[in-house]
């Protein structure tokens, strides 16, 4: 992992200007058990991981406002015998002077040292309900606080949900961020050239998928971001195939949706591709209104348009496809009224990518979409899913498509910051080359 903790501590000051006189509270991700006495492998809480750099579990942040304001880390002691098991722990004299907190206190110790931190603030801050152990326990401190009220001991009155201040944060991308997710989207642009080499009918779709594992790994980057996506034939009607043992069979295309996770960002990229390395005519014909979908997704993108804007756009181009396909008839404006597209396009064009896949972020503020600003980074992916009970022509039947990239809104637009080839002239020619 990275540890350039700079911005982790720019990242504190600023919420505990937001928190004012509040105190917080962030919990690090519990393990999770796989089975018996074996557990997954361990991955850190988006937030908590935002505001420390810290990786381990077993471990609590305090940030404490006022005119005196504090950090205070909560962690797991140094211990020999479970260091000869389970690997290096930092220890709280460690965790302070590495990752700059201003005081740091074993875990074993948060529990009892609770009341007291919360008494005398006027408003607490936590992921109300995120866990129901956490909120169990900070229930019990307040109660404990409560019952000291003769003594003037004082709980906190309001309960604030301090994700909402870090998403907002969240949501605009800094330098620091905006470098690894330009590095994690090489490398996942790289699998995916990998993987179009590499195909050829008869394999089966978990091939495509060890090639995708094996060039995040060795470039050092920490696994996949979520569970991939390779998705042969009628397969890739299927949105969130994860099976990935199919044959691939000649002559039809192979969608994969795949992207790696480096220092805890992702990336997030889709191509779809013939097989064979060479796309049939219907299948061109499909591809070229996603294609087109997405360039007219990008020229939407820019500050102050709305989120919707580059999905409204992309639905348009699609409409018209479809008619042009035979696929759909009538009036272009009368047939996205009704939404008479969702039988082939059933979701939106695009999310926020960050720490999450699917990143932290409003989309909307009661009936009005978020107002894309720069710094913010998200998907744009259209699709086109035929079928064959969704009344397409036969040619067409079995056939699905997105392609899928990673941009960020710059001042006066978008830049596309993934890079593996998506026209159908460059696809052919890597296949015919690999």
Same mark, same amino acid.
């Given at each position: 992992?990275?540890?350039?903790?700079?911005?982790?501590?720019?990242?504190?000051?600023?919420?505990?200007?937001?928190?004012?006189?509040?105190?917080?509270?962030?919990?690090?991700?519990?393990?999770?058990?796989?089975?018996?006495?074996?557990?997954?492998?361990?991955?850190?809480?988006?937030?908590?991981?935002?505001?420390?750099?810290?990786?381990?579990?077993?471990?609590?942040?305090?940030?404490?406002?006022?005119?005196?304001?504090?950090?205070?880390?909560?962690?797991?002691?140094?211990?020999?015998?479970?260091?000869?098991?389970?690997?290096?722990?930092?220890?709280?004299?460690?965790?302070? $002077?590495?990752?700059?907190?201003? !005081?740091? *206190?074993?875990?074993?110790?948060?529990?009892? @040292?609770? =009341?007291?931190?919360? /008494? %005398?603030?006027?408003?607490?801050?936590?992921?109300?309900?995120?866990?129901?152990?956490?909120?169990?326990?900070?229930?019990?401190?307040?109660?404990?606080?409560?019952?000291?009220?003769?003594?003037?001991?004082?709980?906190?009155?309001?309960?604030?949900?301090?994700?909402?201040?870090?998403?907002?944060?969240?949501?605009?991308?800094?330098?620091?961020?905006?470098?690894?997710?330009?590095?994690?989207?090489?490398?996942?642009?790289?699998?995916?050239?990998?993987?179009?080499?590499?195909?050829?009918?008869?394999?089966?779709?978990?091939?495509? $998928?060890?090639?995708?594992?094996? !060039?995040? *790994?060795?470039?050092?980057?920490?696994?996949? @971001?979520? =569970?991939?996506?390779? /998705? %042969?034939?009628?397969?890739?009607?299927?949105?969130?195939?994860?099976?990935?043992?199919?044959?691939?069979?000649?002559?039809?295309?192979?969608?994969?949706?795949?992207?790696?996770?480096?220092?805890?960002?992702?990336?997030?990229?889709?191509?779809?591709?013939?097989?064979?390395?060479?796309?049939?005519?219907?299948?061109?014909?499909?591809?070229?209104?996603?294609?087109?979908?997405?360039?007219?997704?990008?020229?939407?993108?820019?500050?102050?348009?709305?989120?919707?804007?580059?999905?409204?756009?992309?639905?348009?181009?699609?409409?018209?496809?479809?008619?042009?396909?035979?696929?759909?008839?009538?009036?272009?404006?009368?047939?996205?009224?009704?939404?008479?597209?969702?039988?082939?396009?059933?979701?939106?064009?695009?999310?926020?990518?960050?720490?999450?896949?699917?990143?932290?972020?409003?989309?909307?503020?009661?009936?009005?979409?978020?107002?894309?600003?720069?710094?913010?980074?998200?998907?744009?992916?259209?699709?086109?899913?035929?079928?064959?009970?969704?009344?397409?022509?036969?040619?067409?039947?079995?056939?699905?498509?997105?392609?899928?990239?990673?941009?960020?809104?710059?001042?006066?637009?978008?830049?596309?910051?993934?890079?593996?080839?998506?026209?159908?002239?460059?696809?052919?020619?890597?296949?015919?080359?690999?």
């Amino acid at each position: 992992m990275n540890l350039n903790l700079e911005p982790c501590h720019r990242r504190r000051q600023r919420l505990l200007e937001d928190i004012g006189e509040g105190i917080a509270l962030l919990f690090a991700a519990p393990e999770r058990p796989r089975n018996r006495d074996i557990l997954y492998p361990y991955r850190f809480d988006s937030d908590f991981w935002y505001l420390t750099g810290f990786p381990e579990p077993e471990a609590v942040l305090v940030l404490i406002g006022g005119n005196a304001p504090r950090t205070l880390l909560f962690c797991r002691d140094k211990d020999e015998e479970r260091e000869i098991w389970e690997g290096f722990r930092y220890g709280p004299t460690a965790a302070r $002077e590495i990752f700059g907190f201003d !005081e740091t *206190r074993p875990f074993t110790e948060f529990a009892d @040292a609770l =009341p007291d931190l919360l /008494a %005398g603030h006027e408003t607490l801050w936590y992921a109300v309900g995120q866990d129901a152990g956490q909120d169990r326990q900070i229930i019990d401190a307040l109660n404990r606080v409560r019952a000291q009220s003769r003594a003037g001991r004082r709980a906190p009155a309001v309960l604030r949900d301090i994700r909402e201040p870090l998403q907002r944060m969240r949501l605009i991308k800094d330098a620091f961020e905006i470098d690894i997710m330009r590095r994690a989207a090489d490398i996942s642009s790289d699998a995916h050239l990998r993987a179009m080499r590499a195909c050829c009918p008869g394999h089966r779709e978990y091939v495509l $998928e060890a090639e995708l594992s094996h !060039e995040f *790994r060795i470039r050092g980057a920490g696994g996949h @971001a979520y =569970p991939p996506i390779v /998705a %042969g034939g009628a397969n890739a009607c299927v949105l969130h195939y994860t099976d990935n043992n199919a044959p691939l069979a000649d002559g039809t295309l192979v969608l994969i949706d795949a992207g790696c996770e480096l220092d805890g960002y992702a990336a997030d990229i889709t191509r779809t591709f013939p097989v064979n390395g060479r796309f049939t005519g219907a299948q061109r014909a499909a591809y070229e209104i996603v294609l087109a979908m997405q360039t007219a997704a990008f020229e939407a993108i820019r500050p102050g348009a709305s989120f919707s804007a580059y999905h409204d756009a992309a639905v348009r181009v699609l409409v018209r496809g479809l008619v042009d396909l035979g696929v759909l008839s009538g009036d272009i404006d009368g047939l996205i009224e009704r939404e008479a597209y969702k039988p082939f396009y059933m979701h939106r064009t695009g999310h926020w990518l960050g720490l999450d896949v699917h990143d932290v972020g409003d989309y909307k503020t009661g009936e009005d979409w978020t107002r894309l600003r720069p710094g913010m980074a998200l998907t744009v992916e259209p699709g086109l899913y035929l079928r064959a009970d969704a009344g397409a022509p036969e040619p067409l039947q079995g056939i699905g498509i997105r392609i899928e990239d990673d941009v960020f809104v710059t001042d006066t637009g978008c830049e596309v910051y993934t890079r593996a080839p998506r026209a159908i002239a460059d696809i052919e020619a890597l296949m015919r080359h690999g």
